[in-house]
T-cell receptor
Framework: YVLTQPPSVSVAPGQTARITCGGD??????VHWYQQKPGQAPVLVVY???DRPSGIPERFSGFNSGNTATLTISRVEAGDEADYYC???????????FGGGTTLTVL | QVQLQESGPGLVKPSETLSLTCTVS????????WSWIRQPPGKGLEWIGN???????TYNPSLKSRVTISIDTSKNHFSLKLTSVNAADTAVYYC????????????????WGQGTLVSVYS
């Protein structure tokens, strides 16, 4: 099962960033999103399509439908610069799968 | 809050066995799934396998023949062994916790350890 993410997304501070994760009928799966800053471990920012762990700002939100899941970051800040990965479980292969990652650049 | 810390050799020779341990502090290892995930330098994330606190395991099919994950609840740690390593196994290895909500296949990895770089070279 392949999860397709754009390699990069750029946005100005204060604007909205949208990072997509494409997969065959991904809307039928539960999608989770991770933020990874350089030299650090990934951090969960959205789980089960749209829920936020405690401590994650409300600026981070998720949506999943059809063949695309989207992570939306509102009012982007310089500190949001990072790689973002989507993740699902694939029933056909019994495999936890990650997307290739998207680098968010704040201009 | 729970914290995870990987430990083990940073260098392994080709054809030998990579062995890592993840120590869990600030919480019990019981009633959760525990995972290993790796990331080759400059590349994306690859799931290696999970273990439930009871000892049941699930492995990535592409690594299954070489991977063993075990758990020691008395020491609050779990371990990874990867046999017959080669250069493609060079990566940062992370351990992580997975909740046990049903169905567990819908679950996520949180938190993660800081990761440990393992290089395979002669």
């Amino acid at each position: 099962y392949v999860l397709t993410q754009p390699p990069s997304v750029s946005v100005a501070p204060g604007q909205t960033a949208r990072i997509t994760c494409g997969g065959d009928n991904i809307g039928s799966k539960r999608v989770h999103w991770y933020q990874q800053k350089p030299g650090q471990a990934p951090v969960l920012v959205v789980y089960a399509d749209r829920d936020r762990p405690s401590g994650i700002p409300e600026r981070f939100s998720g949506f999943n439908s059809g063949n695309t899941a989207t992570l939306t970051i509102s009012r982007v800040e310089a500190g949001d610069e990072a790689d973002y990965y989507c993740q699902v479980w694939d029933s056909n292969t019994d495999l936890w799968v990650f997307g290739g990652g998207t680098t968010l650049t704040v201009l | 809050q729970v914290q995870l810390q990987e430990s083990g050799p940073g260098l392994v020779k080709p054809s030998e066995t990579l062995s890592l341990t993840c120590t869990v502090s600030g919480g019990s290892i019981d009633n959760y799934y525990w995972s290993w995930i790796r990331q080759p330098p400059g590349k994306g994330l690859e799931w290696i396998g999970n273990i439930y606190y009871s000892g049941s395991t699930t492995y990535n099919p592409s690594l299954k023949s070489r991977v063993t994950i075990s758990i020691d609840t008395s020491k609050n740690h779990f371990s990874l062994k990867l046999t017959s390593v080669n250069a493609a196994d060079t990566a940062v290895y992370y351990c992580a916790r997975m909740p046990s909500y049903s169905p567990y296949t819908n679950n996520w990895f949180d938190p993660w350890g800081q990761g440990t770089l393992v290089s395979v070279y002669s």
